[in-house]
């Protein structure tokens, strides 16, 4: 049971990390056009920290998330100034994925309303940056929230 409860933790940990993620980027290097854009200033940084958000979509170990994390894998390692296609593309299939995902979800179905709701901020100016800040912070909310649901649960068996 233990180990259980360590995993959750982790995953839980995964999530706080994705929305620092979120919210550290822009702090960091300003407020770029889009998240991909933070590519220019550290390419290795920028890989390294994408791919660690997406090992945590990984630990939430549920095969319908595989999708949207293999894509995110590709936005880390295509970059969208050498690989704009490829990248552009992963990015298009992660959104929508996750937003479908969500939407589908019948406990926290919300997420994915909301997520939808955002959709609209990319005809605007600058709303690129916008629409995928609160997308990510969407994401892993919709996963903190399934994570500290499983923990209550785990509270409750032990």
Request: charged content about 15%; glycine content about 6%; some cysteine.
């Amino acid at each position: 049971m233990g180990n259980q409860k360590t995993k959750l933790w982790i995953r839980l940990g995964s999530c706080i990390y994705a929305m620092a993620y979120a919210i550290g980027l822009p702090i960091i290097f300003g407020i770029q056009d889009s998240y991909s854009s933070y590519h220019g200033n550290s390419s290795d940084w920028f890989t390294v920290a994408t791919i660690i958000v997406t090992t945590g979509l990984w630990l939430h170990r549920s095969r319908e998330w595989e999708i949207p994390a293999g894509a995110l894998i590709a936005v880390s390692l295509f970059n969208m100034f050498d690989w704009p296609i490829i990248h552009f593309t992963a990015a298009i299939i992660f959104f929508i994925s996750a937003t479908v995902i969500m939407i589908r979800d019948k406990r926290y179905g919300l997420y994915g309303l909301i997520s939808l709701m955002f959709y609209p901020i990319l005809m605007t100016q600058g709303g690129l940056f916008w629409f995928e800040a609160t997308q990510i912070i969407l994401v892993a909310a919709y996963h903190m929230r399934r994570v500290l649901h499983l923990i209550e649960l785990n509270k409750e068996v032990t």
